[in-house]
């Protein structure tokens, strides 16, 4: 790994740049559709299909970069984070906004993978782990910082042409009265990846030689959703189903809460950022000090359980609080409980694989990204027809969740190596 450290600095300023400008377009998106006339419905379809993209389009890259490298993938990554972010802000109506989150949803979907891929290129399998992890904190880094940084940029006023200040989006904070600019943040994440795309270009090698790039044979290309339906089937097919139903439940609050934000409590872009950067750098703490010793102390089926339970009451208190201090504390509770969740259920799928770890992790991130999907489609309905419906259809999701995983994952902490008992079609369609 350490031949190889100029190109791991590389990617992860990278990789920190490129999520900083995604993170700053979180807190405007509900200013910007209501800004264009439109409802929850329209937040959350845009959403639903940014995922979805990302959902198809994942894989096809990562067999492109198989087999014509990973550097030029990884450009065509960010080179698509470049367009999208400067056709947000130039976009003049809702359909053209969603057309171009689509878009972005198509081409930005190359950079992840791809870089994970090269991670895996050039590091030992005793230090992949360390490796991916480092991405991992890259990508938080710019997922704590960037919806701050959005919500302060709204209240910055450059002087620019007249012709492009004619298609910025000018809207007021309701939390201040003060004249907010919605286009200048999706700019200045363009900027943003305009500066980390030379430093790909002419400082990273390539890390997948010619002679090691090849073609997936039919079976690597298998539908994704042929993969899905045997992996319900499989041994671990209730943890799957799980990973979509917590994906799921998340999504019914970052899909809708910043929108509930403007609408229960006036709260402003500024407001909201801060607000998701407060809740990641907690998270970041968490996943740094508590899970491990807790998970080493009970065990990853009672660290479930317990993220279940406080994450239902996080959804509960979101609904009924009547502040905005309560609303931020009700947040952290839900954020509290649902940070506990994910990494617990895929280290049991993990300790579970029986078709190798690459493939575990790869049907993991399918049913999480499905969960993504639909979940905001559904919140931004719900929202439309009470807007608090979505954070009582996450409860409710996460108390069957909390029911069945009692009843398929009790005892298993006692013999880890235990497969866990895949669900019946019966049990599916209920």
Do not use: C
């Not at 954020?335 to 280290?347: D, E, M, N, R, Y």
């Amino acid at each position: 790994m350490k031949q190889h450290t100029t190109s791991i600095i590389i990617l992860f300023a990278a990789m920190v740049i490129i999520m900083l400008g995604f993170g700053i377009a979180i807190p405007l998106m509900p200013f910007y559709v209501t800004h264009f006339g439109a409802s929850a419905s329209a937040l959350g379809f845009m959403m639903s299909m940014y995922s979805i993209m990302q959902f198809i389009f994942a894989p096809m890259w990562g067999r492109l970069s198989d087999r014509y490298g990973r550097k030029p993938i990884i450009l065509i990554g960010i080179a698509g984070n470049f367009i999208t972010f400067l056709l947000q802000g130039f976009a003049q109506d809702i359909v053209m906004l969603t057309l171009t989150r689509t878009l972005a949803g198509m081409i930005t979907s190359a950079t992840l993978p791809t870089v994970m891929a090269y991670m895996a290129d050039i590091t030992s399998n005793e230090d992949r782990s360390r490796g991916v992890g480092l991405m991992g904190a890259a990508m938080g880094m710019g997922m704590i910082f960037g919806p701050t940084l959005g919500g302060v940029i709204t209240g910055l006023s450059l002087p620019l042409p007249a012709v492009i200040n004619n298609l910025m989006q000018i809207t007021t904070d309701p939390s201040t009265g003060q004249l907010i600019n919605l286009s200048f943040p999706f700019f200045t994440s363009a900027l943003l990846a305009a500066v980390a795309f030379p430093f790909i270009l002419f400082l990273l090698p390539e890390s997948l030689t010619a002679d090691k790039r090849h073609a997936h044979d039919a079976a690597a290309r298998e539908s994704q959703f042929k993969r899905i339906t045997q992996a319900l089937r499989g041994p671990s097919g209730f943890l799957f189903l799980m990973a979509f139903l917590l994906a799921f439940a998340l999504a019914n609050v970052e899909s809708v809460l910043g929108m509930y934000g403007k609408d229960q409590f006036l709260m402003g872009p500024s407001e909201i950022g801060l607000m998701m950067g407060a809740i990641g750098v907690l998270a970041v703490i968490q996943q740094g000090i508590v899970i491990g010793p807790l998970t080493r102390k009970v065990g990853e089926v009672k660290v479930i359980w317990g993220g279940l339970v406080i994450s239902m009451v996080g959804f509960i208190l979101m609904a009924v609080v009547m502040s905005k201090t309560a609303l931020f504390v009700a947040v952290i509770i839900f954020h509290f409980g649902s940070v506990l969740l994910q990494p617990s259920v895929t280290a049991l799928i993990s300790k579970r694989a029986v078709t190798g770890q690459g493939a575990a992790m790869g049907l993991n991130n399918s049913f999480q990204a499905m969960g993504r999907s639909i979940g905001p489609m559904w919140a931004g309905y719900a929202y439309d027809i009470y807007s608090k419906l979505s954070f009582f259809t996450g409860a409710f999701i996460q108390l069957v969740a909390l029911i069945y995983s009692i009843k398929m994952l009790r005892g298993i902490d006692q013999n880890p190596q235990q497969p866990v008992e895949a669900p019946t079609a019966v049990s599916l369609k209920n």
